[in-house]
């Protein structure tokens, strides 16, 4: 715990005050009013949400092969011991928050991303294993559950990120540098970030209460102890808190913790179907608008949510049931936090006229993806490729009216990435031959054959390219 003796411990004396007196809407903010408001102190709502914060430790298996090892000549010149070690375990530390009493447990996927073993620490010292229950790239969040019986944790109440206001007082609470668990106090300094390119939904809140590695899936609490986000990353040119952190608002926390509890092994989300594109200053005059803002309709595919809806391409998304749409990543965290089922009202601008539309809340339609890695001697070697479908293309951020097989994961050390593929491209044919499917790839990468004229889609462009082998 931590106690704060300054002007801005006034105010968070004022909030707790009307938050213990059960006032939790609409509170009046204002600067402190007397020296008793100087005195306040934190610890109240730190000892409330401390035993929901735990610290997460990640470990994994990892090459650790000497080049020479298999070598006689050097193991006796460099006298290399005869059996080397193949593995060595590599662990990251990072923090999470219990959000069921059951022992599920939210924290960032890149915490837990490819460990073989989980642990966590609560806040009393006690210990236990974790098991993954989901994990969801696209927003950098991982649910873990404690394996624990029957036993009933602390959980913390997820508030309406929505309701936050840049310069509201918040606390992070998580495990910094691995010191054990700490608190740090800041305001809101910005809400509703998007060009901070750290996930694929970029809305995050902003704060100045200092955040460092090992912070990373810890808490973000206002003044009530309700979780306004998860802790995730920090702008540093040091590598340590510079007053610049970011957070994952808990409203996206909540559809994901939603899917973990249903069963589901990927977060399902609404899909529109149409492309969209920001609108720059010379856009924004061409439309007559006295500013850039909105999200820009580029092209709708055929039979989605969006074409039923009556969305057209040159359409200007303003807002959605309600609320404003700045940029098209402010439009796709909103998209993506309404629950399935039901509609949404799209407000917008067409032919400088304002309408509005209504347009379905449905998942993306899935084909088996029939992955696969390639292991035939090509320049395809080692890259995992799937059937591409509208849910894949959402989930790779490229055209729902692409055709062809995606590629979804290529390691650094294999052939595929020194031949330059990326994870998102979609591989059209093969010497000439359409790929369609997972296994028109792999016969094509296994034709005898020592040159390959491919045909790619990236990023909008159609690439082709001679490869030789």
Avoid: C
């Amino acid at each position: 715990m931590i106690r704060v003796r300054s002007p801005l411990a006034g105010f968070a004396a004022l909030m707790l005050a009307f938050a213990l007196a059960g006032s939790a809407a609409g509170q009046e903010r204002r600067v402190p009013g007397s020296a008793a408001d100087m005195m306040a102190s934190f610890a109240p709502v730190v000892k409330r949400v401390a035993p929901m914060v735990v610290n997460v430790y990640a470990a994994k298996l990892v090459a650790n092969r000497n080049p020479f090892a298999d070598d006689p000549f050097f193991r006796r010149f460099f006298d290399l011991p005869g059996q080397m070690p193949r593995e060595q375990v590599q662990r990251s530390l990072g923090s999470g928050v219990i959000v069921d009493p059951s022992g599920l447990i939210v924290t960032n996927n890149h915490v837990i991303e490819g460990a073989d073993e989980v642990k966590v620490a609560l806040a009393d010292k006690r210990e236990f294993e974790a098991q993954l229950v989901l994990k969801d790239a696209r927003s950098d969040l991982a649910v873990l559950r404690l394996k624990s019986g029957r036993e009933q944790f602390p959980a913390i109440e997820l508030d309406n990120s929505d309701e936050l206001q840049v310069g509201d007082l918040v606390l992070a609470i998580g495990n910094p540098f691995g010191v054990g668990q700490t608190v740090t106090h800041g305001i809101v300094s910005a809400v509703a970030r998007t060009q901070v390119g750290i996930t694929d939904f970029q809305f995050f809140i902003q704060t100045d209460a200092a955040i460092n590695p090992g912070n990373s899936g810890g808490a973000l609490v206002d003044l009530r102890g309700r979780l306004a986000g998860i802790n995730t990353a920090i702008f540093s040119r040091s590598g340590g808190s510079q007053g610049i952190g970011f957070a994952i608002p808990a409203n996206m926390v909540r559809v994901v913790v939603a899917s973990a509890k249903s069963g589901g092994k990927a977060v399902q989300r609404p899909w529109l179907g149409a492309k969209l594109q920001d609108v720059t200053v010379d856009i924004a005059e061409s439309l007559g608008l006295p500013r850039p803002g909105g999200a820009l309709v580029a092209n709708v595919a055929p039979g989605s949510p969006a074409a039923r809806g009556g969305l057209k391409t040159g359409d200007l998304i303003v807002s959605i049931d309600g609320q404003s749409v700045d940029d098209p990543n402010a439009f796709d965290y909103r998209f993506a936090t309404k629950p399935l089922g039901g509609n949404a009202q799209l407000g917008i601008l067409r032919g400088g006229k304002e309408s509005r539309l209504t347009v379905a809340l449905e998942s993306a339609p899935d084909v088996p993806r029939d992955e696969l890695v390639i292991n035939a001697r090509s320049p395809f070697l080692g890259a995992k490729v799937a059937n591409l479908s509208p849910a894949l293309a959402e989930e790779l951020r490229i055209d729902t009216r692409s055709e062809g097989v995606a590629v979804v994961d290529v390691p650094n050390n294999s052939v595929a990435a020194r031949y330059g593929f990326q994870r998102g491209d979609v591989i059209v044919s093969v010497n000439e031959q359409p790929i369609a499917k997972t296994h028109d790839l792999e016969r094509a990468a296994g034709a005898s054959t020592r040159t390959w004229n491919v045909t790619i889609l990236r990023g909008g462009q159609r690439i082709s390219a001679e490869f030789r082998g």
